[in-house]
Structures are given as structure tokens and as C-alpha cells.
């Protein structure tokens, strides 16, 4: 009987660390996964921040090209505007000679 005792005492000290070693698994499991769910939060959050970032400098760059174009069609808007007038002038002179002979 002591045999059979000591197989049996094995037994359950072996499925005793068998539960233990278990329990330690999850708990290591459940660690593993909340320090992957921080550093996916962190990494998200340095991604938001940088594309936060390159949008507000494409937006600066858009903005400063819009005003670029916006000035370069003025200027030669104004420019189109006084070869008119001048042009507009050169007929009206040539009109009152042709009129006036003078």
C-alpha cells in the first residue's frame, strides 16, 4: 500500500503544478497581451500625431501655392488690363486722326 500511496501523492502534487504552471501561463498570456495593446495604442497615437502633422503641412503648402497662383493671375491680369488700355489708347488716336486728320 505505501506504493500505491506515494503513486497517488505524485499524482497529486504533479496535477497541483500542473494547475499552478497553468494559472501562470494565463497570467503570463494576459500580460503579454495588454503590453501589445499599450504599444499598439502608443504606436497608433505617434501615427495619428504624424499624419496630423504631414496634413497640416500639405495643407500650409496648398494654401501658400492657392495664394501664389492667386497673386501670378492678378499680375497678369493688371498686365493684360494696361496692354488694353494702351491698345484701346492706339485705336482711339488712330480713330481722331483718321477723324480729325490731326
Not at 497541483?16 to 494565463?26: D, P, V
Not at 500639405?58 to 497662383?69: F, L
Not at 493688371?78 to 490731326?102: I, P, Q, S, Y
Request: aromatic content about 0%.
Amino acid at each position: 500500500m505505501p506504493i500505491f500511496e506515494s503513486i497517488r501523492t505524485a499524482e497529486e502534487k504533479a496535477e497541483a503544478l500542473r494547475a499552478k504552471a497553468q494559472e501562470e501561463a494565463k497570467t503570463l498570456l494576459e500580460r503579454a497581451r495588454m503590453t501589445a495593446a499599450e504599444e499598439t495604442a502608443r504606436i497608433q497615437a505617434e501615427t495619428d500625431a504624424k499624419v496630423a502633422a504631414v496634413e497640416a503641412e500639405a495643407a500650409a503648402r496648398a494654401e501658400r501655392e492657392s495664394r501664389r497662383i492667386a497673386a501670378e493671375a492678378e499680375a497678369s491680369a493688371d498686365a493684360d488690363a494696361a496692354r488694353a488700355k494702351n491698345a484701346r489708347e492706339r485705336a482711339l488716336a488712330a480713330v481722331m486722326k483718321k477723324v480729325t486728320g490731326v
